[in-house]
């Protein structure tokens, strides 16, 4: 079984950044995808980024060169760095592990960019 805990959200104005954390359960996350979705009010949840457990990344159209995702396979933990925060930005932000046939999702963290 798998867990995962999200921190690092909150308020932040136009133009700045967050870091967002994933903390997770389990010795079989190190060999699977993280990734990062979030959804707005009215919208689907959308994949914002993901990153495999060779290193490998992928990213929202709508994010590529303002966000980052990492991963520390020691911590069980992946990361998603923000920056250049736009208004449109704002969600609810979930991690995501596939596992086992499985599919694991946090809490979610709210982020909301705003003047």
């Known amino acids: 079984q798998v867990q995962l805990v999200e921190s690092g959200g909150g308020l932040v104005q136009p133009g700045g950044s967050l870091r967002l954390s994933c903390a997770a359960s389990?010795?079989?996350?190190?060999?699977?995808?993280m990734g990062w979705y979030r959804q707005s009010p009215g919208k689907q949840r959308e994949l914002v980024a993901r990153?495999?457990?060779?290193?490998?990344?992928t990213y929202a159209d709508s994010v590529k060169g303002r966000f980052a995702i990492s991963r520390d396979n020691a911590k069980k933990t992946a990361y998603l760095q923000m920056n250049s925060l736009r208004p449109e930005d704002t969600a609810v932000y979930y991690c995501h592990v596939p596992l086992a046939g499985k599919y694991y999702w946090g809490q979610g963290t709210q982020v909301t960019v705003s003047s």
């Open positions: 389990g010795n079989g996350v190190i060999t699977a995808p």
């Open positions: 990153i495999f457990s060779s290193g490998t990344t």
